[in-house]
């Protein structure tokens, strides 16, 4: 059973912070991805990242970066959390074929 | 520029009838197209999916179909279970792009 889990469910933050999150996944699957959701606008993709160390811009990448040292690691990084970043952020993990995803349970970031 | 479109924020079907759920598109390079729902504070999970060169998947009480001349797409959900309230996205692809393209969710309530 394929398990990708986020570090935190909730997550306070203060403008101006810096904040990591973090995703694991478990089936050694190549690709991993960030999206937000917000209501009425459905998933949208911040980042992806298709092998260790490679990293592509989804649709919305301003104002994040993200890393992957290890093949089952993805990390999402706001270098300086405002308050337009609150949102729910959802971490997936795919084999790219044939294009299904996993997702995790996601994190509720308040930025205040 | 909205690719994928889901023009119903919102469907109230009574238990026991057929939910249909739709969606748009307007990339006539996509090739395979997925549905998930999504319960509050869980991730999206994969529900079905179908490829372009068919106009028909069926899995239980889940039955998608594409429309590739008007680049649309339904759920069908017969019958509806109260289960079945929460929000369904679609999403499309095309081969190569490793990544997904989500619609902006429909939330679906099924009322006993």
């Known amino acids: 059973d394929v398990k990708v889990t986020q570090s935190s469910r909730y997550l306070v933050k203060r403008t101006g912070e810096k904040v990591f999150l973090e995703c694991v996944q478990d089936?050694?699957?190549?690709?991993m991805f960030w999206y937000r959701q917000d209501p009425g606008l459905g998933l949208r993709l911040i980042y992806f990242?298709?092998?260790?160390?490679?990293?592509e811009k989804g649709d919305i990448p301003e104002g994040y970066s993200v890393s992957r040292e290890k093949k089952e690691r993805f990390s999402l990084i706001l270098e300086s959390a405002s308050t337009n970043q609150t949102s729910m952020y959802l971490c997936?993990?795919?084999?790219?074929?044939?294009?299904?995803?996993?997702f995790g349970p996601g994190t509720r970031l308040t930025v205040t | 520029d909205q690719q994928v479109k889901q023009n119903s924020p919102s469907l109230s079907v009574q238990e026991g009838r057929i939910s249909i759920l739709n969606c748009d598109y307007t990339?006539?390079?996509?090739?395979?197209f997925l549905w998930y729902k999504k319960y509050p504070a869980e991730g999206p999970t994969f529900l079905i999916s179908?490829?372009?060169?068919?106009d028909k998947n069926e899995d239980g009480r889940f039955t998608v179909f594409l429309n590739k001349s008007a680049k649309h797409l339904s759920l069908h959900i017969v019958p509806s279970q109260p289960g079945d309230s929460a929000v369904y996205f679609c999403?499309?692809?095309?081969?190569?792009?490793?990544?997904?393209?989500f619609g902006q969710g429909t939330r679906l309530t099924i009322n006993p």
């Open positions: 997936a993990s795919g084999a790219g074929d044939p294009y299904e995803q996993y």
């Open positions: 089936m050694d699957h190549e690709n």
């Open positions: 990242s298709y092998d260790v160390k490679m990293k």
């Open positions: 990339n006539s390079m996509f090739d395979y």
């Open positions: 179908i490829s372009s060169i068919k």
């Open positions: 999403a499309a692809s095309r081969q190569g792009a490793q990544k997904l393209v």
